[in-house]
């Protein structure tokens, strides 16, 4: 399967959600493609609120061309690996950032439902706590972008760097990354949408077909022929 991963911090030798994310893509990786990102580098327009995204002019944002080829290898991919550590009990600020890019990508906006025939993984380090609410910022993007299934990888490690991570930590991480590679090789056979995302999506159908949201949006739907059927069937 081709794989994009974004990393959230340029922090490669000694950095735990870097290490972890390699070897889960050793897993998964074979003769595909892989597309990686780095933050801030690769997305360093902080969203103003201009809502041109919102109203269907996502091309007049800042950002858009900093966005285009992060959008092009999602696309392309069948799996997107989210890579991040917790800072301050959140996702750091650059991957919120991007996040915030994709607003107008939302269910409840102008989605692409071929997101709805891939799958996520987040992976997740931390010195201490705040594992849940940082996962949780990423799942709701993607969930609300319609992917499949997401699946998480949370590892904690103190204020070890990975030069210096105890073994039993390591160990810890490898079987993570082991039982996630298979969860995500046994989802690909037989791919549909988690509970969640199919209620999330029939909800914004309905609405939509009713013509509830902004009229832009209704548009989008109808014409994309999003008001029927299940796309995952």
Not at 71 to 84: D, G, N, Q, V, Y
Not at 94 to 116: E, G, N, T, V
């Amino acid at each position: 399967m081709n794989i994009t991963v974004i990393y959230s911090t340029g922090r490669k030798t000694q950095s735990c959600t870097y290490n972890i994310a390699r070897l889960l893509i050793r897993e998964l990786l074979a003769d595909d493609e892989l597309f990686e990102f780095q933050l801030p580098r690769d997305m360093p327009h902080i969203c103003v609120g201009c809502y041109a995204c919102i109203k269907g002019q996502e091309q007049k944002c800042g950002g858009a061309s900093a966005l285009a080829p992060i959008l092009a290898a999602m696309e392309r991919s069948e799996l997107i690996i989210f890579c991040t550590p917790t800072y301050v009990f959140h996702a750091p600020g650059q991957m919120k950032i991007l996040l915030d890019h994709f607003a107008y990508r939302w269910l409840i906006h102008r989605p692409d439902l071929s997101f709805i025939k891939k799958q996520a993984v987040v992976i997740n380090t931390a010195g201490g706590g705040g594992m849940r609410s940082t996962v949780r910022e990423i799942k709701d993007s993607t969930d609300y972008w319609g992917i499949a299934r997401t699946h998480i990888l949370s590892q904690k490690v103190w204020d070890h760097d990975w030069t210096d991570l105890p073994a039993s930590f390591r160990r810890s991480a490898e079987r993570k990354v082991v039982r996630t590679a298979r969860n995500v090789r046994r989802r690909a056979e037989h791919l549909t949408p988690s509970f969640k995302v199919r209620c999330l999506f029939t909800c914004y159908q309905f609405l939509h077909k009713k013509q509830k949201m902004s009229a832009i949006d209704d548009v989008y739907w109808l014409e994309k022929g999003y008001v029927t059927g299940k796309p995952w069937k």
